[in-house]
């Protein structure tokens, strides 16, 4: 079973350290979790617009609970780029953060959490989702055209595992980290903390500004 179907085995354990320093339990991760995953309700595309946030982890979870595929977007793509990634793949959702909603997408509001929205689009969606597919990355490419990346569960699962066992990551380590979710990387540091039960210390502070070591610091990193 994926790992992202278990974490309510962590119950209270701190999932999530937001910068006001806010703690975030697994169980409240699953409900938002749970909660996005059960308005969309069937198994489609969805545009994931992210940042380092509950918000937008909550709803990656939550989608992959419900084997919903998120592709996973750059908040500050460029707007040509994401006009063609919508044209090229028709998504039947875009969760994004509530700032970045514009009326020139296709879909009206069903759903808020906190900073995010939920926006149900009107493509109609022509093609079937392998059902291996689990998440789609986006790059640019060599050309700068739209172009996808596909991770299986299996590919998740096993990645995570051999992260997990070679850097020893622990229940009891908080990472911190400036990559953002729409990297392998930055994805890559959810993955390997969430399945062990530890905690991600969130935040969009580069290593260059000082509340990033001082947020470092209060709230007791492990590692960055």
């Given at each position: ?40 309700g ?118 995570t ?31 390997t ?11 969009e ?19 960055f």
């Open positions: 079973m994926a790992f992202w179907n278990e974490l309510e085995q962590y119950g209270e354990r701190t999932a999530l350290i937001t910068e006001d320093g806010k703690a975030v339990s697994y169980e409240t991760l699953v409900r938002q979790a749970d909660q996005l995953g059960a308005i969309i069937e198994r489609c595309l969805v545009f994931l617009m992210c940042r380092s946030c509950v918000e937008a982890i909550a709803g990656y979870i939550g989608l992959l609970r419900h084997r919903i595929v998120p592709v996973m977007i750059a908040e500050h793509i460029a707007e040509e780029l994401l006009n063609g990634l919508m044209e090229a793949y028709h998504p039947a959702y875009f969760y994004l953060p509530t700032k970045h909603v514009s009326p020139a997408f296709p879909g009206v509001s069903v759903w808020e959490n906190g900073t995010y929205t939920l926006l149900k689009l009107t493509f109609s969606q022509d093609y079937a989702l392998g059902e291996e597919l689990a998440v789609l990355l986006t790059t640019s490419g060599g050309t700068g055209s739209p172009k996808l990346v596909r991770q299986s569960e299996e590919n998740i699962e096993e990645n595992r051999s992260i997990v066992e070679y850097l020893g990551i622990r229940a009891d380590d908080r990472a911190i980290t400036t990559l953002p979710m729409s990297y392998t990387y930055g994805l890559s540091i959810i993955h903390h969430l399945v062990q039960g530890a905690a991600i210390i969130l935040t502070a580069t290593m260059m500004d000082k509340r990033f070591w001082t947020l470092l610091r209060e709230q007791r990193a492990t590692t």
